[in-house]
């Protein structure tokens, strides 16, 4: 799997957009760009995925640069229940091999 | 959505017991599923690839002998802690994938918080 590279750490004011980056510059052709969430005692929540075309669902939207090497999560609106560890992770989309976590992102969104 | 049970949430137990976890796709059948294991402030690191009907492959570092896995049906896996020591407190994982050729992401238990006392 590729390896990914997140911001240790990042704020949010409730109410306004999420943006998390994630840079993949070593992202191969038939790789996907997988984000999962981590909320405090609990399991990883799965969240999004996409190949190459902008993905949105109702949890969250992804946006994958055109040369790949790069994605954002945005959480359109953000309440305090979003406060979590994320997860960007590139892999195969038929992979038998588990997930493969690397640090996160650890968003605090704040009143 | 596909949804992972995992039982028990929490167990505190005494230094020498044994402790079994299981892990159960309520929605699909799995047939591979993966256990991590979690310590404060750390990312999940896997422990082993439980397959169905075979043996698990477990990774460096992980002893076989103390986490036994069991993996008897498409629905079903199963982590015992043997012997447990204070040391194997900590927070374990499980996820699990739908059967092969599926596109479908890999889903997670919510986790057991288990503490050796």
């Known amino acids: 799997d590729a390896k990914t590279t997140q911001p240790t750490s990042m704020d949010c004011a409730e109410g306004r957009a999420a943006n998390l980056p994630c840079n993949h510059s070593t992202i191969s052709g038939n790789e996907y760009v997988y984000w999962y969430r981590q909320i405090h005692s609990q399991g990883p929540q799965y969240i999004i995925h996409?190949?190459?075309n902008n993905e949105t669902n109702e949890m969250a939207s992804l946006i994958i640069t055109e040369d790949r090497k790069s994605s954002t999560l945005i959480l359109p609106h953000a309440t305090l229940r979003d406060t979590a560890v994320y997860y960007c992770i590139v892999r195969l989309r038929n992979s038998g091999y588990a997930l493969n976590f690397g640090k996160g992102t650890s968003l605090l969104v704040t009143p | 959505g596909a949804v992972v049970s995992q039982h028990p949430s929490w167990v505190i137990c005494k230094s020498g017991t044994s402790v079994k976890i299981e892990c159960r796709s309520l929605d699909f059948q799995a047939t591979t599923m993966f256990w991590y294991r979690q310590f404060p402030k750390q990312s999940l690191m896997l422990m082993a690839t439980s397959n169905e009907g075979s043996k698990a492959t477990y990774e460096q570092g992980v002893e076989k002998d103390k986490f036994l896995i069991n993996h008897a049906s498409l629905t079903l896996s199963t982590l015992t802690v043997t012997s447990a020591h204070p040391e194997d407190s900590s927070f374990y994982i499980c996820s699990a994938r739908p059967g092969q050729g599926s596109d479908q992401p890999q889903h997670f238990g919510d986790g057991t918080r288990l503490s050796i006392l």
């Open positions: 996409g190949l190459k």
